[in-house]
C-alpha cells in the first residue's frame, strides 16, 4: 500500500497570485480547465495500491471542502484535506500528521508540492527507489544555469544516482540539476524530521550557554517548531547513501506566478491529447461549430456563438457565454465570464464573472507571442464596450470605460 500526500501551503502563500488568489486558494485555480492540484491528483490515482491522498496545508477547511469531497467520489479514492493550526514547513507539516498518514501503515508515501506542473512519473521514481535503497527518492530535471539559482541545486552521482550535495537557492551556481518537488520517502523520513526537531531541542535549550548554538539559532532566523524539507532534512542527508535522484525526462515547470499558469495550462492542454483527448475541443466553423485552433479545452456548459474563433492553449471554465466574432488566443476564461460580440482576449487570464464589452480588446503587452506582462482581470471586472486593456492588472469589481496600458488598477 503507498499514499500520496500533496502540499498546498496557505493564504501567506501564493501572493504573487493576486488579484486571482483573493478569493480562491492558488492550488484551486484552474489551469488546462482543472484546478492546479487536480493535474497531480490525477497523477497519484495512477499508482496501484494508492490507499489515500492527503493534502495538508494552512487554508480553512471549508475552502477545500467542495473540492475534495468531488474529487474523491469522482476517483473513488478518499482525498482528505488536513490544516495545520499555523505553517510548519514543508517538512514540519509532513510530520504534524505523521499518525494519518501512515494510519493505514503504507510501504511508501509520496510527497509532492502542489505548485509544480509536470507528468508526474510516480510509478517510475517509484520503481527506481526500490533500486536504490534509502529513505527516499526525488524527481530531478537539469535546466540552463541561469534559471537554477530559483530551485534547489544539487548534486547526483552520475552512476549509482545518489544525491551527493544539495544546496536550497544558492547565491552562486553549484549545478544546473534541480529539485522537481516531487520525491518518495519511506516511513524513515519521519525518524530524519524527528532527529532534525530534537537537535533543535537541544539547541534551544542551550541557548544561553553556547555560543555556537546562539549562532545556529541565529541563523535559521525561523519559529522553532519549522521544518523546511529542502534546507533541514535534504541538505544535511546528502552524501549519506539515504536520498537519490531520478532524472525527469518529460516536460516540468514550476507555477508561482499567473504567467506561468498559461504557459502550464498549455503544456497540460497538449498532454492531454495523449491522456484525455476527450476532454479536448473541436470544431472548423461549420455545423453551428465554431472554429477551433489547436489545443482548447470547453466546459460542456458554456455557451459558444458559432462565429466565435478559439485557440491555440484556450481553457474556458463553467457557464461562459462567448459572443459572436470573438476570438481567443491563449487565455484562461474563469467560470460564468461574458465575452460579448467581436471581442478579442490574447495572452490573458479572465477572472470569474467578468464581462467583456462589444468590440474590447484584451491582451498582453508587446509581441503575442511572448507572454510577458498578460492582462489579469480580477474577479468580477467589467470592460466597457470598445475598450482596450493591455498588460495590465486589474483587481476585483473594477469596471473600465477607459483604455489602459501597462498599469495595475487598483
Ligand atoms: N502545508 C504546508 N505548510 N505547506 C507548505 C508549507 C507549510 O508550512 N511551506 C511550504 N509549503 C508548500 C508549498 O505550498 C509548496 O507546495 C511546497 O510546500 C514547497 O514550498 P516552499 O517551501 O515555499 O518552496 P519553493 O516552492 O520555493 O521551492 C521548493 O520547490 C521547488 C520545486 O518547485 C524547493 O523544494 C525547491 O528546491 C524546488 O526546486
Known sequence: KVVAVIMVGGPTKGTRFRPLSFNT????????????????????????????????????????ALYVSSISNELKIPVRYLKEDK??????????????????KPSHVFLLNCDVCCSFPLQDILDAHRGYGGVGTMLVIKVSAEAASQFGELIADPDTKELLHYTEKPETFVSDLINCGVYVFTSDIFKAIEGVYSQMRDTSSNYQISSFDHFRSATRSVPADFV?????????????????????????????????????????????????????????????????????????????????????????????????????????????????????????????????????????????????????????VTVEDEVTVIGSIVLQNKTLNVSVQDDIIL
Open 25 to 64: 486558494p492558488k492550488p484551486l485555480i484552474p489551469l488546462a480547465g482543472q484546478p492546479m492540484i487536480h493535474h497531480p491528483i490525477s497523477a497519484c490515482k495512477k499508482i496501484p495500491n494508492l490507499a489515500q491522498i492527503f493534502l495538508i496545508g494552512f487554508y480553512e477547511e471549508r475552502e477545500f
Open 228 to 380: 523546511r524539507l529542502d534546507q533541514d532534512i535534504l541538505s544535511p542527508l546528502a552524501g549519506k547513501k539515504q536520498l537519490y535522484t531520478y532524472e525527469n525526462k518529460d516536460f516540468w515547470e514550476q507555477i508561482k506566478t499567473p504567467e506561468k499558469s498559461l504557459k502550464c495550462s498549455e503544456l497540460y492542454l497538449s498532454q492531454f491529447r495523449e491522456t484525455s483527448p476527450h476532454l479536448l475541443a473541436s470544431g472548423d466553423g461549420t455545423n453551428k461549430k465554431p472554429m477551433i485552433v489547436g489545443d482548447v479545452y470547453i466546459h460542456p456548459s458554456v455557451k459558444l456563438h458559432p462565429t466565435a474563433k478559439i485557440g491555440p492553449n484556450v481553457s474556458i471554465s463553467a457557464n461562459v457565454r462567448v459572443g459572436p466574432g470573438v476570438r481567443l488566443i491563449s487565455c484562461i476564461i474563469l467560470d460564468d465570464v461574458e465575452i460579448k460580440e467581436n471581442a478579442v482576449v490574447i495572452n490573458s487570464i479572465i477572472g470569474w464573472k467578468s464581462s467583456i464589452g462589444r468590440w474590447s480588446r484584451v491582451q498582453a503587452s508587446g509581441d503575442d507571442n511572448e507572454r510577458l506582462g498578460i492582462t489579469i482581470l480580477g474577479e468580477a
Open 87 to 104: 505553517p510548519h514547513g514543508s517538512a514540519g507539516a509532513l510530520y504534524y500528521f505523521r499518525d494519518r498518514i501512515m494510519e493505514e
